[in-house]
């Protein structure tokens, strides 16, 4: 029987990065034979509704979606779960974090929008260097409104499926993040918090990858043996951790690596693996 693949996007599926085409002619052709030859894949991102639906478009083939770190999951184009930010205390939870933490900023993902940024020192979002980088994304960008009064509107009122705390482009940002994801995950029970590259992940409680799958599994009536994981960033961790057939990027930082039970360069690499099985 063939296996479940469970792919992260950023670093994995889309490397090495094709601003024109999104994913690699090597990655795009295996994974559409792998589904053609009977298997399934299912995408695991951080990423938004907006973002996951062009991949599964631009894959051209039936594929689940888990996003958001799994405060959504589609499964055959339904809506199975969907899990939000506790309104009545994710407020008080950003108040603290910006009085201890100071981040430079915040990106958003709600039922209403599928991005919302809010620059809470004014430097970042409208400065040359971003906009610049912002256009050289290609087929990677995201449409996004930044707006304080937005932000704050769907903090107090909205349905939040995921907050990113922003730190800073600088390798200081880096561990400055992965320092503050750490003293977070001690101090709040009431939600879920995971460290990628200079970014903090917050989700409704249990909403991370490796529950997700988890969820995904039980709702397909499938066993964890019939799953094979694959990701390189520090959201990915749970679902090394979770899962026995995990694989992790040879470019992912050592402290994502030493989770994974193999490491690949490619994610068309899976094909031995998946032959050999």
């Known amino acids: 029987m063939k296996k479940i693949i469970a792919t992260d996007l950023d670093g994995t599926l889309f490397y090495p990065k094709r601003r024109m085409t999104m994913i690699s002619s090597k990655n795009l052709k295996f994974v559409q034979n792998y589904i053609d030859q009977g298997g399934k894949v299912i995408i695991v991102s951080g990423r938004n509704h907006y ?18 770190n799994s405060a959504f999951i589609h499964s055959d184009g339904k809506i199975v779960r969907e899990e939000f930010l506790p ?9 603290e974090i910006n009085r201890d933490f100071d981040p430079v900023g915040y990106f958003l993902m709600s039922k209403n929008h599928n991005l919302v940024t809010y620059d809470r020192h004014r430097k970042f979002f409208n400065n040359i260097g971003h906009r610049f980088y912002y ?41 400055r993040a992965k320092e503050v994801n750490k003293q ?10 995971s460290w990628v590259r200079s ?73 031995k693996f998946l032959i050999k099985e």
Do not use: W
């Open 199 to 271: 970014f903090i992940e917050i989700t409704p409680k249990g909403c991370n990858k490796a529950e997700g799958l988890k969820f995904y599994l039980n709702h397909l009536n499938k066993s964890n043996d019939d799953l094979v994981v694959v990701g390189d960033s520090g959201n990915d961790i749970s679902m090394f951790q979770a899962f026995e057939h995990s694989f992790c990027m040879k470019h992912a930082p050592q402290s994502v690596q030493k989770y994974a039970k193999n490491i690949i360069r490619h994610f068309h690499d899976l094909e």
């Open 135 to 175: 256009f050289t994304q290609g087929v990677y960008r995201e449409p996004f409104i930044n707006s304080e009064y937005i932000f704050n509107e769907e903090i107090n009122h909205g349905e939040v499926h995921k907050i990113m705390m922003f730190f800073g482009i600088s390798k200081k940002a880096v561990k």
């Open 87 to 95: 309104t009545n205390r994710i407020k008080e939870i950003m108040d």
């Open 184 to 193: 977070l995950r001690e101090k709040y029970s009431e939600i879920e918090t």
């Open 51 to 68: 973002f996951t639906a062009k991949v599964v478009e631009r894959i051209n083939r039936p594929v689940d979606v888990i996003g958001c």
